[in-house]
T-cell receptor, first 114, second 116 residues
């Protein structure tokens, strides 16, 4: 079975500060990793994903995440956040095979203050 | 292009009453998912359809929950009878699938159910 742990339920930061949202996973097989973002009153949107290849993946709005197999982690980072980044962020894992079931973490609420 | 549409957005019912949620996936998406999201938790898969076939319903509580996807497009999730513990957000998602690899799932805004 696979599982995801998001170590922080809430992360408050000031605008233009760097941020890291932590995600650790457990799985006995190779995995695919995802970060989804949920803005208030909206559905979840895919932010970025790791399937294979380069362990550093980037999103179009400045977020990046690094797949670390030895640490079983997929932490999300941004060097300078904006107020508009305020949202809930979910880390998810899917394993290979014929059933790409997503297992989500509990989410981290990022609040960017002016 | 329209995203995943869900209705209603909010529903308040009394316990023991039936309730139904409707989902219209993105046009051309063959795979449809229903998720349950409890407060403070991540989404949990209830059922996955490929076209009109339910290929994974292992997490669906079949004593009170049912789902259908007639004609392989729209889908309805029903609870009968609802219990207090069913209060949650019900999310629908869709993807192109199946493609032989993990796919991006596109989520609707969800239906927030409150059972009194």
């Amino acid at each position: 079975a696979q599982s995801v742990t998001q170590l922080d339920s809430q992360v408050p930061v000031f605008e233009e500060a760097p941020v890291e949202l932590r995600c650790n996973y457990s799985s006995s097989v190779s995995v695919y990793l995802f970060w989804y973002v949920q803005y208030p009153n909206q559905g979840l949107q895919l932010l970025l994903k790791y399937l294979s290849g380069s362990t550093l993946v980037e999103s179009i709005n400045g977020f990046e995440a690094e797949f670390n197999k030895s640490q079983t982690s997929f932490h999300l980072r941004k060097p300078s956040v904006h107020i508009s980044d305020t949202a809930e962020y979910f880390c998810a894992v899917s394993r290979g095979g014929s059933n790409y079931k997503l297992t989500f973490g509990k989410g981290t609420l990022l609040t960017v203050n002016p | 292009e329209a995203g995943v549409v869900q209705s209603p957005r909010y529903k308040i019912i009394e316990k023991k009453q039936p309730v139904a949620f409707w989902c219209n996936p993105i046009s051309g998406h063959n795979t449809l998912y229903w998720y349950l999201q409890n407060l403070g938790q991540g989404p949990e898969l209830l059922i996955r359809y490929e076209n009109e076939e339910a290929v994974d319903d292992s997490q669906l509580p079949k004593d009170r929950f049912s789902a259908e996807r007639l004609k392989g497009v729209d889908s309805t999730l029903k609870i009968q009878p609802a219990e207090l513990g069913d209060s949650a957000v019900y999310l629908c998602a869709s993807s192109l699938g199946p493609s032989g690899g993990p796919e991006t799932q596109y989520f609707g805004p969800g239906t927030r159910l409150t059972v009194l």
